[in-house]
């Protein structure tokens, strides 16, 4: 299972494009409602999330997404819900992605030190001991981290290539006509 964090004010794109992308793939993803089953985004559009966070279980859990946004990327921030299941995450070496200024989550729980990551900008002193990288999307191990929402796509297609394989990511990519 995969759970993409849905929080009130997080950005629609870095969201669901990355569903839209593993869902192609046949992997098993599901939303998550931080903040309630119906989520407001960023930009004020309302969002039905599959499950709520009172509904998650770690068994079977594959990875975690945690798209940013704001204050979407606070209100992840503030539930111990989301920072217990990114902690199990990463305690079990299990793929996180996080996207904008989501990867900010990551650095205050101490899970970038000694790792590549890129964020928005002005997020990189947010990013504790990480090694700020200069491009749309960072792959270092099991922790995927994307710029922001105009790499929407290819954030989806590295958790594709890390949840399936390449040939699975190059398929769906293709079946996109992304460039």
Partial sequence: MIYVFLAEGFEITEALAPVDMMRRAKLDVKTVGVTGKTVVSSHKIPVTADITIDEITTKDLQAVVLPGGMP???????????????????????????????????GFMGILDGKKAVCYPGFEEELKGAYIQNCGVVVDDNIITARGAGVSIE?????????????????????????
């Fill in 155 to 179: 954030f989806g297609l590295a958790l594709v290539k890390a949840l399936k394989d390449e040939e699975t990511a190059n398929s769906v990519k293709a079946a996109i006509q992304s460039i």
């Fill in 72 to 106: 979407g990327t606070l209100n992840l921030k503030a539930n111990n819900n989301v920072l217990d299941t990114v902690r199990y995450a990463y305690e079990n070496n299990l793929v996180i992605g996080a996207i904008c200024a989501a990867p900010s989550v990551l």
